[in-house]
Protein backbone atom coordinates (compact mmCIF):
# COMPACT_ATOMS: atom_id res chain seq x y z
CA UNK A 1 0.00 0.00 0.00
CA UNK A 2 2.77 2.36 1.00
CA UNK A 3 3.67 2.41 -3.23
CA UNK A 4 0.55 4.29 -3.21
CA UNK A 5 1.09 7.19 -1.25
CA UNK A 6 2.58 10.63 -2.65
CA UNK A 7 6.02 11.59 -1.15
CA UNK A 8 4.37 14.26 1.33
CA UNK A 9 1.64 11.50 2.47
CA UNK A 10 5.31 9.22 3.05
CA UNK A 11 7.01 12.46 4.49
CA UNK A 12 4.00 12.42 7.33
CA UNK A 13 4.46 8.33 7.70
CA UNK A 14 7.62 9.08 8.13
CA UNK A 15 7.17 12.21 10.07
CA UNK A 16 5.03 10.09 12.28
CA UNK A 17 7.51 7.70 13.46
CA UNK A 18 10.34 10.44 14.39
CA UNK A 19 7.46 12.27 16.09
CA UNK A 20 7.23 9.08 18.34
CA UNK A 21 10.45 8.55 18.77
CA UNK A 22 11.01 12.33 19.72
CA UNK A 23 7.88 12.29 21.96
CA UNK A 24 9.36 8.77 23.85
CA UNK A 25 6.61 6.90 22.31
CA UNK A 26 7.48 3.18 21.62
CA UNK A 27 4.45 3.00 19.19
CA UNK A 28 3.15 5.42 16.44
CA UNK A 29 -0.35 6.45 17.26
CA UNK A 30 -2.92 8.63 15.30
CA UNK A 31 -1.80 11.93 17.17
CA UNK A 32 1.49 11.34 15.72
CA UNK A 33 0.32 11.28 11.95
CA UNK A 34 -1.84 14.99 13.18
CA UNK A 35 1.38 16.34 14.79
CA UNK A 36 3.24 15.41 11.41
CA UNK A 37 0.76 16.75 9.39
CA UNK A 38 1.14 19.76 11.41
CA UNK A 39 5.27 20.15 11.02
CA UNK A 40 4.99 19.50 7.19
CA UNK A 41 2.16 22.35 6.50
CA UNK A 42 -0.40 19.98 5.27
CA UNK A 43 -2.74 22.13 7.57
CA UNK A 44 -1.62 25.53 6.94
CA UNK A 45 -4.57 26.28 4.77
CA UNK A 46 -7.13 25.50 6.68
CA UNK A 47 -4.96 28.56 9.07
CA UNK A 48 -4.58 26.26 12.25
CA UNK A 49 -2.95 26.89 15.60
CA UNK A 50 0.07 24.64 15.27
CA UNK A 51 0.83 25.55 19.05
CA UNK A 52 -2.97 25.00 20.59
CA UNK A 53 -3.04 21.65 18.45
CA UNK A 54 0.08 20.54 19.58
CA UNK A 55 -0.69 21.57 23.38
CA UNK A 56 -3.96 19.71 23.55
CA UNK A 57 -2.81 16.42 21.77
CA UNK A 58 -0.19 16.86 24.76
CA UNK A 59 -2.78 17.20 27.20
CA UNK A 60 -4.44 14.21 26.29
CA UNK A 61 -1.57 11.80 25.91
CA UNK A 62 -0.98 12.75 29.65
CA UNK A 63 -4.12 11.94 30.25
CA UNK A 64 -3.28 8.46 28.78
CA UNK A 65 -5.51 9.27 25.81
CA UNK A 66 -8.66 9.83 26.99
CA UNK A 67 -11.25 12.23 25.17
CA UNK A 68 -13.20 15.36 26.36
CA UNK A 69 -16.56 12.99 25.43
CA UNK A 70 -14.44 10.24 27.96
CA UNK A 71 -13.88 12.67 30.70
CA UNK A 72 -17.44 14.02 30.26
CA UNK A 73 -18.33 10.09 30.79
CA UNK A 74 -16.80 10.21 33.53
CA UNK A 75 -17.57 12.67 35.46
CA UNK A 76 -21.21 11.80 34.83
CA UNK A 77 -20.45 8.61 37.10
CA UNK A 78 -19.15 10.68 39.28
CA UNK A 79 -15.06 9.75 38.75
CA UNK A 80 -12.92 12.76 37.85
CA UNK A 81 -10.52 12.23 35.31
CA UNK A 82 -8.39 15.11 36.32
CA UNK A 83 -7.79 14.04 40.32
CA UNK A 84 -7.13 10.10 39.20
CA UNK A 85 -4.39 11.58 36.34
CA UNK A 86 -3.09 13.77 39.46
CA UNK A 87 -2.81 10.62 41.83
CA UNK A 88 -1.12 8.33 39.36
CA UNK A 89 1.35 11.16 38.64
CA UNK A 90 1.57 11.26 42.47
CA UNK A 91 2.66 7.76 42.96
CA UNK A 92 4.03 7.08 39.14
CA UNK A 93 5.65 10.51 37.84
CA UNK A 94 3.97 12.98 35.43
CA UNK A 95 3.18 11.25 32.09
CA UNK A 96 2.95 7.94 34.20
CA UNK A 97 -0.74 7.64 31.73
CA UNK A 98 1.48 8.49 28.68
CA UNK A 99 3.51 5.74 28.47
CA UNK A 100 2.97 3.57 25.77
CA UNK A 101 3.47 -0.62 25.51
CA UNK A 102 6.79 -1.47 24.56
CA UNK A 103 8.42 -2.18 21.31
CA UNK A 104 8.29 -5.33 19.55
CA UNK A 105 11.52 -8.28 19.72
CA UNK A 106 12.53 -6.25 16.32
CA UNK A 107 13.21 -2.97 18.11
CA UNK A 108 11.82 -1.17 15.46
CA UNK A 109 8.08 0.90 16.09
CA UNK A 110 5.02 -0.36 15.46
CA UNK A 111 1.82 1.52 14.73
CA UNK A 112 -1.20 1.30 17.11
CA UNK A 113 -3.99 -0.57 15.78
CA UNK A 114 -5.74 3.30 15.53
CA UNK A 115 -3.06 3.95 13.82
CA UNK A 116 -3.09 1.38 11.20
CA UNK A 117 -6.54 1.81 11.08
CA UNK A 118 -5.96 5.37 9.76
CA UNK A 119 -3.90 4.22 7.10
CA UNK A 120 -6.27 1.68 5.80
CA UNK A 121 -9.04 4.16 5.72
CA UNK A 122 -6.95 7.07 3.74
CA UNK A 123 -6.75 4.33 1.37
CA UNK A 124 -10.43 4.00 0.86
CA UNK A 125 -11.60 7.86 0.83
CA UNK A 126 -8.62 7.30 -1.77
CA UNK A 127 -10.38 4.50 -3.68
CA UNK A 128 -14.05 6.67 -3.03
CA UNK A 129 -12.66 9.43 -4.49
CA UNK A 130 -11.62 7.70 -7.10
CA UNK A 131 -7.58 9.27 -6.55
CA UNK A 132 -5.00 6.94 -7.76
CA UNK A 133 -2.56 8.00 -4.86
CA UNK A 134 -2.38 8.66 -1.48
CA UNK A 135 -2.36 12.25 -0.41
CA UNK A 136 -2.34 14.00 2.79
CA UNK A 137 -5.57 15.01 2.86
CA UNK A 138 -6.44 11.74 2.19
CA UNK A 139 -4.59 10.66 5.83
CA UNK A 140 -5.97 14.03 7.07
CA UNK A 141 -9.83 13.34 6.12
CA UNK A 142 -8.91 9.83 7.68
CA UNK A 143 -8.03 11.03 11.01
CA UNK A 144 -11.06 13.27 10.78
CA UNK A 145 -13.17 10.08 10.06
CA UNK A 146 -12.27 8.18 12.88
CA UNK A 147 -13.81 8.82 16.68
CA UNK A 148 -10.66 9.96 18.79
CA UNK A 149 -8.55 12.33 20.41
CA UNK A 150 -6.93 13.43 16.50
CA UNK A 151 -10.58 14.49 15.26
CA UNK A 152 -11.60 15.74 18.88
CA UNK A 153 -8.87 17.63 18.75
CA UNK A 154 -9.28 18.90 15.44
CA UNK A 155 -12.79 19.48 15.59
CA UNK A 156 -12.18 21.95 18.65
CA UNK A 157 -10.12 23.65 16.49
CA UNK A 158 -12.74 23.99 13.65
CA UNK A 159 -10.88 21.56 11.57
CA UNK A 160 -14.28 19.11 10.56
CA UNK A 161 -14.14 16.66 7.45
CA UNK A 162 -16.45 18.55 5.23
CA UNK A 163 -14.64 21.94 5.98
CA UNK A 164 -11.30 20.29 5.03
CA UNK A 165 -12.38 18.79 2.31
CA UNK A 166 -13.86 21.77 1.17
CA UNK A 167 -10.72 23.70 1.49
CA UNK A 168 -7.95 21.40 0.16
CA UNK A 169 -10.13 20.65 -3.08
CA UNK A 170 -10.61 23.75 -3.87
Do not use: C, W
Request: net charge negative; charged share 25%; no cysteine.
Amino acid sequence: MFERFTQDARSTVTGAVAEAERTGAQRVGEEHLLLALLTLGALDPLAVDRAAISADLAAARRRGGMSKADEEALAGLGIDLTEIVSRIEETHGEGALSDPAPRGRSGRTRFTPGAKKVLEQSLRIALGRKDRHISTLHLLLALLSRPGTSAEVLNDHGVTYAGAEAALTG
